[in-house]
């Protein structure tokens, strides 16, 4: 069973376009996250998610917005795309309070034009 | 200023000698240090974390923790092709939110 998966896995779009990419737990877990991870392969928090309390990353543009239908999921949204934005795009999930323990998702690759 | 600095690589090694993988932190306030491996295409996986100084071994892993000189490294015994990755350390603490900060990763190729 597939604990943390995201869709699409791969993403090809235009710039100015708005984009989702969805995110699903089955662990139980509390606590979500978004990584971004560029050309260079470095990994960079976004966000961090759980129902009482979103932390935003202050580098993070207000194009991207986390949204969270219920606790075993967290998508991405990102407004007006960039071609900055093309990396791969990790979701990841914790037990609340154990940021130490997380599990990440296989990846979305967003390539913008 | 929170960085964590690592060689990008790529480092080789043969088969079956010992991989060495250092990682310097600016942070003086990261408490907990992890390590993890990221085959290329793939998502990261943990591999080991230290807390406390000196060394911690988990089968040909050992992590080796010096926080007086703000240093972390993971040694990798009888290295495997299975072996070849990047290595990412993550400090973490206060300072950092309690969120992961990631260096830029150690490309390894262990050469058959």
């Known amino acids: 069973d597939t604990a943390v998966s995201q869709t699409p896995k791969y993403l090809v779009t235009q710039m100015g376009n708005d984009k989702s990419i969805k995110c699903e737990q089955n662990?139980?877990?509390?606590?979500m996250y978004w990584y971004k991870q560029d050309s260079k392969k470095f990994l960079k928090i976004m966000f961090s998610?759980?129902?009482?309390?979103?932390?935003i990353n202050e580098t993070v543009p207000n194009r991207f917005s986390p949204k969270s239908p219920d606790k075993a999921h967290l998508n991405l949204h990102i407004n007006s795309l960039e071609l900055g934005d093309s990396a791969v795009y990790f979701c990841?999930?914790?037990?609340?309070?154990?940021?130490?323990?997380?599990?990440f998702g296989p990846g979305t690759r967003l390539t913008v034009l | 200023q929170k960085e964590v600095e690592q060689n990008s690589g790529p480092l080789s090694v043969p088969e079956g000698a010992i991989a060495s993988l250092n990682c310097t932190y600016s942070?003086?306030?990261?408490?907990?240090f992890f390590w993890y491996r990221q085959y290329s295409g793939k998502s990261p996986e943990l591999i080991m974390f230290?807390?406390?100084?000196g060394d911690k071994e988990d089968g040909r892993f050992t992590a080796q923790l010096n926080k007086a000189s703000q240093y972390v490294s993971l040694l990798i015994r009888d290295s495997q092709p299975s072996d070849s990755a990047t290595y990412l350390c993550?400090?973490?603490?206060?300072?950092?939110?309690?969120?992961?900060?990631f260096g830029t990763g150690t490309s390894l190729t262990v050469i058959p």
């Open positions: 990841a999930s914790s037990p609340a309070g154990r940021t130490d323990t997380q599990y």
């Open positions: 662990l139980g877990h509390d606590t």
């Open positions: 998610y759980n129902n009482k309390e979103l932390i």
């Open positions: 942070d003086r306030g990261s408490q907990s």
């Open positions: 230290i807390y406390s100084n």
């Open positions: 993550a400090p973490i603490g206060k300072n950092t939110g309690n969120q992961f900060y």
